[in-house]
């Protein structure tokens, strides 16, 4: 069963912020986070492995809820170079080194 | 290194055909990746490898499916007999096997479209 995202789409506009979640019914190693912009494959944004762990960049950051088996990604002071399809990854404990993706995140930031 | 490459791009064939796909991964990964996606959602996982051992295939993939990795560098996907639910982009991806700090680099994928 694959991760529950939240919200399924959001529009900003530029400067905005927002916070996208992920949600999975399994016990988790680590949590993964992608964009995709339209027609292209997904790009990696960072990885998540301790629980309560939360890293990222200046305005992309992110957080791990080991005990509650949900992550969230933070996007502040949005640019529109933000918009695109945004995926948590999740490493199942006892699953092998692969992803389970979610349901996806569309986030649309405007002028 | 020019990250990852699948070939062909686009692929249109027949109902009944068969097809086959090249990933070349990131040289130095060990880990080669299949996700299948469809429009609209979140890719999918088939199969994966750790170097030329094949670890794990997804139980909702039919024996239609086959995937190869010689000698632990390029992978293929071969589909057999296609079915028009097999189009989808298929998206292969490499990582290095110390996931501290390295996430998947996925390849621009392979479009089917079975008619």
């Known amino acids: 069963q694959q991760p529950v995202q939240s919200p399924q789409a959001v529009i900003l506009r530029e400067g905005e912020d927002a916070v996208i979640n992920c949600s999975s019914s399994?016990?988790?190693?680590?949590v993964h986070w992608y964009r995709q912009k339209h027609g292209e494959a997904p790009v990696f944004l960072m990885i998540l492995l301790k629980g309560g762990e939360q890293k990222g960049h200046e305005k992309i950051s992110a957080s791990f809820n080991e005990k509650k088996q949900q992550s969230s990604l933070y996007l502040t002071a949005s640019q529109l170079s933000y918009s695109g399809t945004y995926f948590c990854?999740?490493?199942?404990?006892?699953?092998?080194?692969?992803?389970?993706f979610g349901t996806g995140t569309q986030l649309k930031v405007e002028l | 290194d020019t990250g990852v490459s699948q070939d062909p791009r686009h692929k249109i064939t027949k109902r009944g055909q068969n097809v086959t796909f090249r990933c070349d991964p990131i040289?130095?990964?060990?880990?080669l990746y299949w996700y299948r996606q469809t429009l609209g959602q979140g890719p999918e996982f088939l199969t994966y490898?750790?170097?030329?051992?094949?670890?794990?295939k997804s139980r909702l993939l039919s024996d239609r499916f086959s995937a190869e990795r010689p000698k632990g560098s390029f992978s293929t996907l071969e589909i057999q007999r296609t079915e028009q639910g097999d189009s989808a982009m298929y998206l292969c991806?490499?990582?290095?096997?110390?996931?501290?700090?390295?996430?998947?680099?996925f390849g621009s994928g392979t479009r089917l479209t079975v008619v």
């Open positions: 991806a490499s990582s290095l096997l110390d996931r501290l700090n390295y996430g998947y680099t």
């Open positions: 490898f750790q170097n030329e051992a094949q670890l794990e």
């Open positions: 040289s130095e990964h060990n880990r």
């Open positions: 399994k016990a988790l190693y680590s």
């Open positions: 990854g999740t490493e199942e404990k006892g699953g092998g080194n692969k992803l389970t």
